[in-house]
């Protein structure tokens, strides 16, 4: 009861531009984020990139924030990606970008996402670098799969986020599946009504499993997203008991968050790509982190205010 109020509070404050102008603009509050982001910098995130790297594991880089206003800040966000595309390649890193398409100007229709993505994706076509879209609310599921139909039809190496908590994305891998499309599957992070998502936790862990065997079955390269044990005990029972090696999916995991499993998976030889947000507009990320896990609260204040003293 209390941990599912928690949740609710954490996805209602994590839309709220005033909370993040009072979070961004405090010092100590611009503390809190730490744990579950790389940095302010893209020199922050590469060096958090090839400790992982040295470490074993594979990153994707995540540029913060989403829900621009208007084309001038779309433009922008897609040149930091640019910049970000173009570092990888020249440090060598093993990582590719995760875009969230809020960020790319999608509230001013796909037309014009399509439009600012153009110099992004041309970047990563050069370098020959994946690119992650990342999959938002539920009022922006149909387009952004639309932009990624449009970009994979010309030719790019772009893939979508399928929640498991929506109803539809049975459907939804289904097609995908079919044209082998790079997926990555994930429980999902919004708050969304019953009418289209499941809301209990069973529910949304059969949906999860059964998305990842349909993706593994097509050989389609899924990137596995979480870091509930079940989940993974299930995803690697089945890739045993159907003769699907390690190298045909990869495990992929947050940064900061249950770093002892990421190093148990990467022990038993298994693939992991942990996802490293960067950046400045830290706030509605670190919210929809803190709804994952209630307790997290604590373990954020107890750093801050431990610093402080
Ligand atoms: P669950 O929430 O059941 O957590 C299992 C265990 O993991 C917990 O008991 C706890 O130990 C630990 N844990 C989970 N979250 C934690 C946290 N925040 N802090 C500390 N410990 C935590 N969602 C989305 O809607 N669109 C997207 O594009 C993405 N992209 C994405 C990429 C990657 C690489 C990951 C791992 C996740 C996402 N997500 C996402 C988020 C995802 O939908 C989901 O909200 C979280 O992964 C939490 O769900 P779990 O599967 O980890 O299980």
Redo the contacts with the bound molecule.
């Keep these: 009861m209390l941990a599912a109020a928690l949740r609710a509070l954490f996805l209602w404050l994590s839309n709220r531009r005033w909370m993040a102008r009072i979070a961004l603009g405090t010092p100590l509050l611009r503390r809190m984020p730490l744990r ?1 982001v790389a940095g302010t910098t893209l020199d922050e995130a590469v060096a958090a990139v090839q400790r992982l790297n040295a470490s074993g594991a594979s990153a ?1 880089l995540d540029v913060l924030g989403e829900s621009i206003e208007g084309r001038a800040s779309a433009d922008r966000a897609a040149a930091a990606y640019v910049e970000t595309i173009e570092r990888i390649a020249r440090d060598g890193l093993d990582a590719n970008v ?1 875009i969230k398409l809020t960020q790319m100007g999608l509230d001013l229709g796909v037309d014009a996402c399509v439009d600012v993505l153009e110099p992004v994706v041309k970047a990563g076509d050069q370098a020959g670098i994946f690119i992650r879209i ?3 609310g539920s009022a922006y599921t149909e387009q952004t799969l639309e932009v990624v139909r449009r970009l994979r039809a010309a030719g790019h190496d772009v893939g979508p ?1 399928v ?1 498991a908590y929506l109803h539809r994305s049975a459907a939804d891998v289904e097609a995908l599946a079919r044209e082998r499309v790079r997926v ?1 599957v ?5 708050a969304e009504p019953p009418e289209i998502a499941y809301q209990e ?1 069973v529910a949304i862990g059969d949906s ?1 499993v059964t998305l990842s065997e349909e993706l593994l079955r097509a050989d389609a390269y899924p ?1 596995i ?5 079940e ?1 993974i005990d299930r995803v690697i029972t089945f890739a045993k008991e159907h003769g699907i090696g390690p190298e045909r999916f990869e495990f ?3 940064y900061g ?2 770093r002892d499993l990421q190093r148990q998976l990467l022990e038993k030889g298994y693939r992991l ?3 490293v947000p960067f950046g400045t507009e830290w706030y509605a990320y670190f919210m ?3 709804a ?2 209630p307790a ?1 609260v604590l373990f954020v204040l107890r750093s801050v205010l431990g610093e402080r003293s």
């Design positions: 579950f994707t995760s990342d999959m938002e986020v929640q990555r994930c429980k999902g992070a919004y936790r999860f990137g997203a979480t870091h509930d044990p989940m992929q995991m947050l968050v249950r790509r942990v996802y929809r982190r803190l994952e896990r997290n």
